[in-house]
Every structure is written in C-alpha cells, then in structure tokens.
C-alpha cells in the first residue's frame, strides 16, 4: 500500500475480483477502516478526486451498504464526500477547489460510520480542466 496510511482492519487484496485485474484494498467488516494519503496540491486549482469501489455484501433490494470517498484539509468550504452503495465495481468522483493557502489535502476512503466490508480500486486525483477557455 506504498505510502497510504491505515487504520484499523485494512488488507491489501491480489488480482482475483479487482477492478482493473491489478490489486485492490480490502476495509474489513465489523470494524471501522480507512485508507488515507497526503497529496501535495496547488492553490487555488479545481481538482477532480475518483474512485472505483464495490460493496459486496449489498443487494440493490433490500441490504445496501455504505464506504465513503472523501477529501480534508485543502484550505477551502466544507470537506466533500460521497457515498458508495452498490455490489458492482463503479467510479464515483468529487470535485473540488483548493484555497489561496493551501499546498496538500487528505484524501480518503472510509467504512467508518457503517462498518461495512468495502473493496477499494483504482484511485485517481487530476487537475480539472478550465472551461474559461472553451466554447460550447
């Protein structure tokens, strides 16, 4: 898990039911997990923060569990989070501006409030392009 941080009961899972046919992040049922990262940023910048992620345990009926994709600390408005429900892997993204001070931020995914099992697959932060300049 390179340089992520984890808390409670988090596996680092090979190959088999991943995403991408690569590894993915196992937050363990039962107990609250979270996988988190610092990542350097630049002021004033619209950044867009995405996620695959699946709830195997959810049926889309009657049991839908919950993980969460968030973002802390970018020196800006409320701290953004969206909430993952489905047994499917699927992409879930946040978009976000950073403030004139900032220079990092914290992103996160979490089975905190739930204590769900989530499996957490293929990260990825970009700078959002600028719409200034584009004609529709």
Do not use: C
Not at 76 to 99: C, V
Not at 107 to 125: A, Q, S
């Amino acid at each position: 898990m390179g340089d992520w941080e984890t808390t409670g009961k988090v596996k680092l899972m090979t190959k088999k039911g991943s995403f991408d046919g690569q590894n993915h992040i196992k937050l363990s049922p039962n107990s609250e997990a979270t996988i988190s990262k610092t990542i350097k940023l630049k002021p004033n910048t619209t950044y867009i923060l995405s996620a695959y992620a699946r709830l195997p345990n959810s049926d889309g009926k009657t049991i839908y569990e919950n993980g969460w994709l968030g973002v802390k600390n970018y020196g800006a408005g409320q701290q953004p989070i969206i909430k993952y429900f489905k047994n499917d892997w699927y992409r879930q993204s946040i978009l976000f501006t950073t403030g004139s001070n900032a220079n990092k931020t914290l992103v996160y995914f979490t089975n905190k409030w739930k204590k769900h099992e989530v499996r957490v697959d293929h990260f990825e932060l970009i700078e959002s392009p600028s719409l200034k300049d584009s004609s529709i």
